[in-house]
């Protein structure tokens, strides 16, 4: 990656610190760290490496020595996706048996993703004082229970970690941005022809269209309408390759939805949305115009990533500014903000 991986970023907070938020709830979390100056911020307390460049049994030896519980989960801080729920899942299976719990799929073990016993210690002491750094070493002088993720109900996402530009960008997905403007600014045309450019390049796309006045409706005699207004909570119409569920309340988290289909967007176009926070396209027609070139921002709640005008003047705002027929520079634009051009 060329930078530290624990602190990339994602929905504006770093990794590690979503780490420190999701496992906080068990009480004590230590960091291991070769150098506290990366992660002084995060005001959680520090086991700095006494061996370096050894790898990650002198973190495991440096914490297992810290810690004030029998127990410790340790796992990698470039996992985003580990959650309080799998910590307790995997510690479900402590028993007197065992010293390490290994979380374990077909093509993996994950010793960054397991619960130690301190018992195993001096095992690892030996280890590093013996030059041997290979945490399946531990694994063979130790009692090990393996716990197949496969007879969990944990999707293998759970131990996905971040190793490549790739693997990240793919955390970051879906890229979510808004094409906002007044209406009759060209919205749904802009969005239409980015469609197309996006799906050229090999993106799958969602799009959503927010109504501010909360008139949605399907059309008024259809038999899904009629339902609807019977009182049903929940209406779906189907055919043999696709179907529509009409839900009688509020949005919700609607991406989420939109990423638990069969085919999650890479890419989810929202038109409106004017006052959010996600990054946007602004729609400006011209000077004369309600939203006009004059003030293209007034009522447009940033970050933006470009001004799409019939009134091209570089001077008038930082924003990069492009004709609206400009739409593949509007769309290589958009590429550029998200760092995926």
Known sequence: MGTNKALLRIENESIISRLGMELGSFGE?????????????LRLPLVV?????????????????EASEEYVFICAADMPFVTADLVRYIASFISSDYDC???????????????????VLPCVERMVSEGRYR????????????????????????VRNINTREDYIEVLKPFVLCVSGYSDSGKTFLIEKLVNE?????????????????EYSDVPGSD??????????????????????????????????MSDTAHPPDIVIIEGLKGSNYPKVVLSPGDGVRGSFSD??????????????????????????????????????????????
């Open 29 to 41: 979390v230590l960091i291991s760290c070769a150098d506290k100056n990366d992660y002084e911020e």
């Open 49 to 65: 490496d006494e061996n370096r460049g050894i790898g990650p049994v002198e973190g495991i030896r440096r914490i297992l020595t």
């Open 101 to 119: 719990y290994v979380l374990a799929d077909e093509d993996h073990i994950h010793p960054l993703c397991a619960i130690y016993r301190r018992s």
């Open 135 to 158: 945490l399946r070493d531990l694994f063979r002088l130790v009692p090990v229970k393996y716990i197949d993720l496969a007879d969990s109900r944990f999707d293998k996402k759970v």
């Open 198 to 214: 996006f799906i050229g390049a090999g993106f799958k796309v969602g799009v959503c269209k927010h109504d501010g006045h909360d």
């Open 224 to 257: 899904t309408y009629r339902f609807a207004k019977a009182g049903a909570s929940v209406v779906s119409i189907f055919t043999n390759t696709r179907f529509t569920i009409h839900v009688n309340e509020p949005a919700g988290d609607i991406l989420r939805r």
């Open 296 to 341: 293209p921002l007034s009522g447009i709640h940033g970050p933006y990533i470009c001004i799409a005008t019939d009134n091209i003047s570089l001077n008038k705002s930082d924003c990069p500014i492009y004709r609206r027929d400009d739409v593949r520079d509007i769309f290589l634009c958009i590429l550029r903000y998200f760092g995926i051009g």
